[in-house]
């Protein structure tokens, strides 16, 4: 089952991006379109949401048809040391997500570059909890903090790595930050970011944390992620 964080900070962050022009697609499991699409429809964007391919050749598919200049992940297990995919809890959720994170590794991670380099996207990851794509950038801090953590930490690293309380903060902060240097407001606003949740609820998506599908974000209630967003547009405001 989807997540409510996740979908909305790639909503908000793809609908920036494309205000300042750039061409933006959106790839996810098959079971997650729904929850994706609909966030994209509360913020008027085109529902428009690959699914991941089966096989070895899936990344390269994606990297071939897209030609990227940047890979942007949200919220997105990576593999662990041991290469299964699991969640906070040390749970394996491989049977639900399709190995996305090859497209990360494919490109390489931080340290090899980054724009200029050739054909290699930048590559970004936003995660909140360890097991996330991009925190292979800091597994060994990870695997310091306990047996759960070490056996959760994502191995995938990317170039820029952004860490948030949750998630969808973290999309956010860096949309603050586009609107700020373009001098534009590309944030979305507090009433938004309700309408945002709520349409992944109806869609399908559960709290990751309570497991409940409630429009709720990883335990926390509507008005804190509302105010997050308004702190954002304060702080960052054009």
């Known amino acids: 089952m989807a997540e409510t964080d996740g979908p909305p900070g790639a909503a908000v962050l ?7 022009g750039a061409d933006v697609s959106y790839v996810t499991d098959a079971e997650s379109i729904p929850v994706m ?25 994606v990297l071939t048809r897209t030609r990227p200049t940047h890979l942007v992940a949200i919220e997105r297990p990576a593999r662990a040391g041991s290469g299964d995919y699991l969640n906070m809890r040390g749970d394996s959720v491989a049977e639900w997500n399709r190995p996305i994170d090859e497209i990360f590794v494919e490109r390489g991670g931080r340290g090899r570059g980054g724009r200029g380099s050739g054909s ?14 991009g925190m292979g950038n800091v597994r060994a801090r990870l695997a310091k903090q306990g047996p759960l953590m070490a056996k959760i930490a994502a191995t995938v ?5 952004v860490v948030a309380g949750v998630s969808n903060w973290g999309a956010y902060g860096i949309v603050a930050h586009l609107g700020h240097l373009a001098g534009q407001a590309l944030l979305h606003t507090p009433a938004q970011e309700r309408e945002l949740v709520a349409a992944c609820v109806e869609s399908g998506a559960s709290d990751g944390v309570t497991r409940r599908r409630e429009p709720t974000v990883d335990g926390l209630p509507l008005d804190v992620h509302a105010s997050v967003v308004a702190l954002l547009g304060v702080s960052w405001g054009p």
């Open 120 to 133: 290699r996207p930048v590559t970004v990851g936003v995660g909140d909890g360890g097991n996330e794509i």
């Open 37 to 61: 699409a609909a966030a994209l429809r509360a913020l008027g964007e085109l529902p428009e949401v690959r699914a991941y391919g089966d096989g070895p050749g899936a990344a390269a598919d």
């Open 14 to 20: 793809g609908r920036a991006l494309r205000r300042l």
């Open 157 to 161: 690293t990317v170039d820029h790595l």
